[in-house]
């Protein structure tokens, strides 16, 4: 058995393409391993025995050089909840009996900690039928919030997208003399890292967002409306990062909409921003607006991160190694050494240790009254955004990979 077969889950971002071609080089200059093959959406891909010869398809360099810089994933996605194999073992014994088929040696599965969740299913279940598969998790999530690791693949792709809107939304509410506040909701369910990188976007001219709040603090409705109102008294303009999934102090999510969950039992979010542009228009009787990044920020490749790319091309090239030696039911993982110079090192942690578990935004990057970010949140983040990649235009427009095969 010395094929490998890769799949991806979950949303996408800027970087799981990287992740994905660092895995299919890995692969094709290791001795351990003569083939690879690429599961179209997902885990589903295996059920239903839809892939790719990825072997044949990436042979050039060019290509595999565009696939990094392709946005989103090249292999499709899925949101798949495997069941508790005491429970079902049906999808675990087809799983397993195309792994025999295909000889399959390793299984790299791309996503977040849903897609982790997965990836420690399966481990556990090849332990129980002493299967030799080896089963490793590639990071990947704009939310940052998988444990162990420093940071994960998509992160800071997405924060620099998030900076550099909150930059450019500023300059445009600057131009009107009168009075505005404007809320900017970005995703974040549990987690606020993202939303704390717009804190990046200040700098000699401009304060803005002139506040920050996130899920890890506590949202008080009327401590919210004091603070704009003395804002307001100072400046023009006054702009607000809000995290999607901001809650009260009962835990109660501050949402315009019906609450609904998915497969894996998450609440669905939107409408903080919306509840909020109402609340002030309600109270305070200025001119609001409020704006919904959505999925503009998960994978916008024409402003990518070149550190977050190459980072994740790093990551699945480990994840092979650690394949390789013969390691399994492990999530790569990167350590950060220093951040002047900013130095990394990759790892491995037991995905154990990881799925289904949520990494907050510390407090001591939280200031006291929970209304921004502190130093150490920037210091934090700034390393991740810096560097621009190369891309490919043609008669203006960004040239990505094809992704007709998910037709």
Known sequence: MKNCIVAQSGGPTAAINASLAGVIQGVLHHQEYDHIYGSINGII????????????????????EQLKVSPAMYLGSCRYKLPNPKEDITAFEKIFKFFEKMEIAAFFYIGGNDSMDTVDKLSAYAAEIQSNVRIIGIPKTIDNDLCITDHTPGFGSAAKYVASSLLEIYHDTVIYYVKSVTIVEIMGRDAGWLTAASALARNEYSVAPHFIYLPEAAFDTEVFLKDVRNLLE???????????????????YISASRKTTDNFGHSQLSGAGKTLEYLIQDRLNVKVRSIELNVLQRCSSHIA?????????????????????????????????????????????PVCEIANKVKSVPPEFITPQGNDVTPEMISYLKPLIQGEPEITFSQGIPCYLPVSHLL
């Open 45 to 64: 891909g295996i059920l239903e025995e839809r892939f790719l010869d990825l072997t044949e398809r990436f042979q050039a360099k060019e290509t595999l």
């Open 234 to 252: 100072k400046y023009n303009n006054v702009i607000i990062a809000v995290s999607e999934g901001i809650r009260d102090k009962n835990g109660n």
């Open 305 to 349: 991160s070149r550190t977050d790319l190459e980072e994740s091309f790093c990551q699945g090239q480990h994840g092979v190694t650690l394949a390789a030696e013969g390691k399994t039911g492990l999530m790569v993982t990167i350590k950060r050494e220093s951040n002047e110079p900013y130095q990394v090192s990759y790892g491995a942690s």
